[in-house]
């Protein structure tokens, strides 16, 4: 049974920062590309930052220089470092693994910036 688990979300003032986990088991992590998307409300679900299993990163424009996606192959994990954090930030962050035709999807979690 595959489970992506994230943690990590929460409440933060603009400006600040938050580090997002997810914790996948049941997949051979090493062998997926691993993203974070998002989905504020009333909006469409999009790509926050991708690595691929070499290590290859790629971002939306709207984070690069802010957001930082790493993985690590001996604990199953991919993190975001979300630094200078915007209100526009605000969002439901989910956890991706794909390879080939296999697509796996975490539970989501919340965050929200505000003052």
């Known amino acids: 049974q595959v489970q992506l688990v994230e943690s990590g979300g929460g409440l933060v003032q603009p400006g600040g920062s938050l580090s997002l986990s997810c914790a996948a088991s049941?997949?051979?992590?090493?062998?997926?590309?691993m993203g974070w998307y998002r989905q504020a409300a009333g909006k469409q679900r999009e790509l926050v930052a991708i690595?691929?299993?070499?290590?290859?990163?790629n971002y939306a424009d709207s984070v690069k220089g802010r957001f930082t996606i790493s993985r690590d192959n001996t604990k199953n994990t991919v993190y975001l470092q979300m630094n200078s954090l915007k209100p526009e930030d605000t969002a439901v962050y989910y956890c991706?693994?794909?390879?080939?035709?296999?697509?796996?999807w975490g539970q989501g979690t919340q965050v929200t910036v505000s003052s």
């Open positions: 049941g997949i051979s992590f090493r062998i997926y590309d």
């Open positions: 991706n693994a794909y390879r080939s035709l296999s697509s796996y």
């Open positions: 690595i691929t299993k070499p290590g290859s990163t």
